[in-house]
């Protein structure tokens, strides 16, 4: 992984398994490169580490260095190796166990992850969107509350709108910097309403990115998410980011499109993998112009993963996201 | 810590917290090093470990590899850090958490402590004296039975005699060898039924012991364990060690002498430190006729900690093992 910033800076922001794809992209096409992610995850092994610890969530921070991490790294395996079995151990990755102790030893959440992406030889650095202990809270569709990243990520109804509890929370400011230093911002893929909206719900953050003289782009999900987005196309999804900050901060949307792509959602592909119906995320003719209509610029690009139409292929999207800054 | 084996090999048998001095020692002194390590531990982080993720004690051989660790290694501090809170997570050290998990993706114990070995830089090796699951079982001064590592350490009266479940387990062959090829091998300062006899256990390596053209120094304990050794003095030390398979591989003891030495052991000073009553290993002109009489030469030598007198001075033991070498 060079650090020679023969392009100038990057930033992606989001969290979640989208983030760590764009992290290699970006750096490998030669950016210096940083991640701004969400401090709102409430799920899994960081979720635990939160509550137990009192800590800030270090999953997505983990996956972030991972991604940036020397790849001769003997350490990047071990930080992602998650124990099977244990009262108390079942579920953590090492890594955030390593992030936990950092954070104790330095009493700084920032310097852990500094000394942990030093461990790593990260070519890259992950900074936190906030250093506030927050929580997310969504109405759905009908207007029901639902409370905590993990369960607004597994509720039954599509989110209609996410807020932060403490409201407004400082950014944490070499995270804005970035974002205002940099000369491409990549926002997602991700999970829209719980990894992507809740870095723009810092109010920092969003002001950053209306600042910023970068190129500010948002890559739309290929599949919805059950519970979380079912039922929006592509400019549904737009239209949610711009609702929730990023109004005026966004310059391009890199769209799958492809033969199969459905005029409107719900043309659901049937999928036997275990993960029940597979909804594309629409991205016709008139959800790619009403996403013009709002002046950003789409562009329309097969992305998906062959194998697995629920994510992006890596290297198409780095493709893509190559060619627009190229 | 330099890897140039300008004094040839040096192997130091044992367990528990006096393991680490030695070894920082020996290869200080420019030593090929290596740790024979028990396996019975069955105490705190490790006995959690063992209990739960059925691996064996990564504990000491943790403590083992820190000490050979290169100085300038980030990761050894690291190692040594302890969850002080979270449940299942609270109290074990971070270093036995990579352990574990290095165990489960290699499939192997062994390759586990090299790759951590490898992670820390540490210029020596650390070898379980056997791999096989064993328990120590203890007899009491009073014939009463006590099972279990650290129930034996913590147990009411004296030790008399203790043995392993399985009996007789197969010696890890590296161990073994390691003994045999080393020019001197120095067994404790440790626990002496709970850290040293469950090495002498395993008839493989008290068969090394015998057969090596190495000088075997035993370090004796400057303080009496409670419940361990009470009212033991050096030669009872010697004694025990004997009786449990060293018997004819034995050639130095090292015994602390110093001007307050009290002839029979039971004059106890009284601490302030929250211990309790400290004993000093009795180490009169008896003790040490009674030692010298096996065919066991002494070396009687003030090697005290100044500022805690349970435990060795490492430099005062170093200069002692430098001499005996020389």
Known sequence: MSAAPVRGRAVAVGGGTGLPGVLRCLAGLGYDT??????????????????????????????????????????????????????????????????????????????????????LGAGGHVLPSTLADVS??????????????????TSDGPVAHVRLEPAAPPAYPPAAEAIREADLVVLGPGSLFTSLVPNLLVPGIAEALRETAATRVYVCNVANQRGETSGMDAADHVEALLAHGLDGALDVAVVHVADATPERPGRCLVYDDGCGRLEPVGAGREALARIESRGVR??????????????HSRHKLCRVLEGLTG
């Open 34 to 119: 940083s991640a701004v992610v969400t401090m709102a995850d409430d799920g899994g092994s960081s979720g635990k580490l939160r509550a137990e610890l009192g800590m800030l969530p270090p999953g997505d921070v983990r996956n972030c260095l991972v991604a940036l991490a020397d790849e001769a790294s003997p350490l990047a395996r071990l930080f992602q190796y998650r124990f099977p079995h244990g009262e108390g151990l079942a579920g953590h990755a090492l890594g955030n166990l390593v992030i936990a102790a950092l954070a104790d030893i330095t009493g700084s959440f920032p310097r852990a992850i500094e000394e942990a992406g030093r461990l």
């Open 136 to 153: 997310l809270h969504a109405t759905d569709a009908v207007g029901e509350p639902v409370s905590g990243q993990a369960r607004i990520a």
């Open 298 to 311: 789409v562009v329309a690009a097969d992305v998906v993963d062959a194998d697995d139409h629920r994510r």
